[in-house]
C-alpha cells in the first residue's frame, strides 16, 4: 500500500470515530439533562402534637365512641349518627 492510501484510511476511520464519538455524546447529555430535573418538593414534616391537640383529638374520640355505643343501643338512627360525627370531626 502507499503511504498516501494508508494516511487516507486513517483519515477517514478517524474522522468517523469522531463522528460516532460525538453523537454518542450528544444522546448521553440529553439522557442526563432528563434526569437532573429537579426533584418535586419534599413533603412538610408533620408537625409535632401538642398537648393541646392530643386532649382535643382523645375528646373527640370519646365523643366518637359514645355515639357509636348509642347508635348500636338504637339510641340514634343512622342518619342522625352521620350528622353528629360530621359535627365532631369539623367536616
Known sequence: MSILRT???AAVISATATSV???VTAKQ???W???TQPAPAAA???VPETAAGAQGLNERLDQLERLA???AQGALTPEEFESQK???LGA
Do not use: E, V
Open 69 to 71: 355505643q348509642l347508635k
Open 33 to 35: 439533562a432528563a434526569n
Open 7 to 9: 494516511a487516507g484510511r
Open 86 to 88: 360530621k359535627q365532631i
Open 44 to 46: 412538610p414534616a408533620p
Open 29 to 31: 447529555r440529553g439522557r
Open 21 to 23: 464519538s460525538n453523537r
